[in-house]
């Protein structure tokens, strides 16, 4: 028997067996007629003894398959009838355990699932590119084309290259953002000079739009950010604006000072969204109803990843005038 094997067990029994003769002999020299009573007396609390350890041997047992079974998927493991002394802080501390493997299992299963769904995403973007330049390769073969067609054909082929670079680069930094090895370096920077430096890469395509970008800022504002990536968040809020309003409008920008917060506000004059992409603005890959052609999904991702990692917030509304509004905001303190 199991219970019998066990070394404390084997020690219990053997440390009795030394009393039971030990006060045995005692009561013989003293009174042999009271030897049966102290015999008795002592079998008998011994034999309580190795029942409630028998017990506790026994639930600890249970305890041990419950936890088998938990570790091989059974998540319907109830450890409620283990209520009594020690058993309890163990009991505890498994319901703790129990919970926290519960909710990893499920963490892990959906982000296996994202990790699909990015996959998926991801070789759906490249694929077609890849396949636009397959075609142009096959073209250029063609040794009837002219100078001048073989030109613009090596001109759509370096733009659908630069367009896989910039989807490839844009997935990477998400991808070390999320995972952490990237680091954020926050430190005092004017707002006016990141907004600044957020415009400058942009400025030639609102001027073939012929669209103006004004900014309202407080020259002496100050925040807190990691300059570079800040811009780049907001080169690519700015970036959207541009591409969804009409040409000849204007692209605002301000920023509000309020008491626990700095509200940065961009503004375009387009169509704005329709009310059932909202939600899903900052989703990755996610390709509203008014998408441009080759937009792959990512820049407002990124946005969001770069503004959130620095304790901010960002959310996309349509103006009341008509347009599309995004306010981001830093929390005193967080940003």
């Given at each position: ?5 066990n ?11 030394i009393?039971?003769l030990?006060w ?13 009573i ?12 190795l029942f409630f ?11 041990s398959l419950?936890?088998?079974r ?6 319907k493991?109830?450890?409620g009838?283990f209520q009594?002394?020690?058993?309890s802080?163990?009991?505890d501390?498994?319901?703790?355990m ?8 499920e ?48 001109r ?8 896989m670079e910039w989807?490839?680069?844009t ?8 995972a ?19 415009i400058?890469p942009?400025?030639?395509?609102a001027?073939?739009?012929m ?8 020259a002496?504002?100050k ?6 990536w ?6 690519n809020?700015?970036?959207?604006c ?5 040409e000849?409008?204007?692209i605002?920008?301000k920023a ?8 940065i506000?961009?503004e375009d004059?387009g ?8 939600p ?9 109803s008014?998408s441009?052609i ?8 990124l ?5 959130v ?8 509304k ?15 303190g967080?940003a």
């Amino acid at each position: 028997m199991d219970f019998i094997r066990n070394k404390e067990v084997k020690r219990q029994i053997v440390v009795s067996s030394i009393l039971i003769l030990f006060w045995g002999g005692i009561g013989i020299i003293v009174d042999s007629k009271a030897v049966w009573i102290v015999l008795s007396a002592i079998i008998s609390s011994s034999a309580v003894s190795l029942f409630f350890t028998y017990q506790r041997y026994k639930k600890i047992a249970d305890f041990s398959l419950h936890i088998d079974r938990l570790l091989h998927g059974d998540e319907k493991i109830s450890f409620g009838q283990f209520q009594e002394g020690e058993l309890s802080v163990l009991h505890d501390e498994i319901s703790k355990m129990t919970r926290r493997l519960i909710e990893q299992a499920e963490a892990l299963k959906m982000e296996k699932g994202n990790l699909a769904n990015a996959l998926a995403d991801i070789s759906h973007q490249l694929k077609t590119p890849l396949t636009s330049l397959n075609i142009l390769n096959a073209s250029l073969c063609n040794e009837e084309l002219t100078d001048e067609e073989r030109y613009e054909l090596i001109r759509e082929q370096t733009m659908l290259l630069s367009r896989m670079e910039w989807l490839i680069a844009t997935l990477l930094k998400i991808s070390k953002l999320d995972a952490g090895t990237i680091t954020l370096k926050p430190q005092a920077v004017y707002l006016k000079d990141v907004v600044e430096k957020a415009i400058r890469p942009l400025e030639i395509a609102a001027e073939l739009k012929m669209q103006t970008i004004t900014q309202v800022i407080p020259a002496e504002l100050k925040l807190s950010l990691d300059t570079d990536w800040t811009a780049e968040a907001l080169g690519n809020v700015i970036k959207n604006c541009i591409e969804h309003s009409p040409e000849g409008s204007t692209i605002e920008i301000k920023a509000i000072e309020r008491p626990l917060l700095t509200q940065i506000i961009i503004e375009d004059s387009g169509t704005g969204f329709q009310e059932k992409d909202i939600p899903h603005l900052f989703d990755r890959f996610y390709q509203g109803s008014g998408s441009t052609i080759g937009n792959a999904g990512l820049g407002l991702a990124l946005a969001k990843t770069i503004i959130v990692n620095q304790g901010g917030v960002i959310q996309a509304k349509n103006r009341e005038s008509g347009g599309a509004k995004f306010e981001i905001c830093f929390y005193r303190g967080t940003a």
